[in-house]
């Protein structure tokens, strides 16, 4: 088994991904921002040797990288650098996530060679690490797997976030207030993430790069009933009707090059996964 490294290993992806490579029995390394920032390449200096390392740090809350855009590079970009160069010091293979960076599609589903039109500060900051990925790739010959997911959802998200919303208000029994009912998107379970960067372990190929979604896409009102579905409940939903800035109207993921080369599909259908979400909020 082999030796890992995990940053950004207190988040909600990092969690998961800990306990999973540990019950693989993998020596597993977890670095969270308690030990240090990423983006500061003296953090970087502490850590061990490792054949492998997962790149999760970074900021990842898409309203607050309008807000704070410096911050947003600084963290995903400087922290992925540095992340590079430690594992070319140090003969590592890097599984990075990245994340949704295609913009408007021009084109459904969406492969991994749609092009890539960052519609938000968020994004640009995960392109232009990915152009980092790149580089080391091109220059010092490392192995580097790419991984975007689409929309991730699963127990211990953050309350911002649209299906621990929705789940929250409907556990509350009132009325369901929400922007917009429109929007699709695909959603990829937490669990089933996982599973694939796991995989990644076993790509040698100098860059891959891999879509992670469910393959299907699903409305904000399509959420809404799966809950309530699950739920048992007929609240009324409210929509103001408000566009987001840079609205998407839809992201279905392209996801057979990472059953083509990881051997990897989605386990769970969204509606057993809203069911484990839900039974997680419920009892918290």
């Known amino acids: 088994m082999a030796s890992v490294l995990v940053t950004g290993a207190s988040g909600f992806i990092g969690r998961a991904l800990v306990m999973a490579l540990?019950?693989?029995?993998?020596?597993?390394?977890?670095?969270?921002?308690?030990?240090?920032?990423?983006?500061?390449?003296?953090?970087?200096q502490q850590w061990p040797r490792v054949n492998h390392l997962f790149h999760l740090a970074g900021r990842s809350y898409v309203p607050d990288s309008w807000l704070e855009p410096e911050a947003f590079v600084k963290a995903n970009y400087h922290g992925t650098w540095n992340a590079l160069e430690f594992c070319r010091r140090n003969g590592a293979d890097i599984t990075y996530v990245s994340g949704y960076v295609y913009g408007?599609?021009?084109?459904?589903?969406?492969?991994?060679?749609?092009?890539?039109?960052?519609?938000?500060?968020?994004?640009?900051?995960k392109f232009l690490a990915e152009e980092a990925c790149r580089f080391y790739t091109n220059v010092h010959s490392m192995n580097v797997t790419i991984v975007r997911p689409f929309n991730v959802y699963g127990p211990g998200q953050r309350k911002e976030f649209l299906i621990p919303e929705i789940i929250?208000?409907?556990?509350s029994g009132k009325q369901i207030r929400l922007k917009d009912l429109k929007p699709r998107r695909d959603y990829v379970?937490?669990?089933?993430?996982?599973?694939?960067?796991?995989?990644?372990?076993k790509l040698c190929k100098s860059l891959?790069?891999?879509?992670?979604?469910?393959?299907?896409s699903y409305s904000v009102a399509e959420i809404v009933d799966a809950v309530q579905k699950v739920a048992g409940t007929g609240l009324e939903v409210l929509s103001e009707d408000r566009v987001r800035k840079q609205e998407i109207p839809e992201?279905?993921?392209d996801i057979s090059r990472a059953y083509r080369?990881?051997?990897?599909?989605?386990?769970?259908?969204?509606?057993?996964?809203?069911?484990?979400?839900?039974?997680?909020?419920?009892?918290?």
């Open 104 to 125: 408007i599609p021009e084109f459904l589903p969406i492969t991994e060679d749609h092009p890539i039109h960052p519609n938000n500060p968020y994004a640009l900051s």
């Open 261 to 284: 080369l990881l051997g990897w599909k989605p386990q769970l259908s969204f509606q057993q996964g809203i069911a484990q979400v839900f039974k997680g909020e419920k009892y918290h």
């Open 22 to 44: 540990k019950q693989q029995g993998h020596d597993v390394v977890a670095m969270s921002g308690s030990d240090g920032d990423v983006s500061d390449p003296l953090t970087w």
């Open 251 to 253: 992201t279905i993921a």
């Open 168 to 171: 929250a208000q409907v556990i």
């Open 189 to 201: 379970y937490l669990d089933d993430l996982v599973d694939a960067l796991c995989r990644t372990m």
């Open 208 to 216: 891959n790069i891999l879509n992670i979604g469910s393959g299907t």
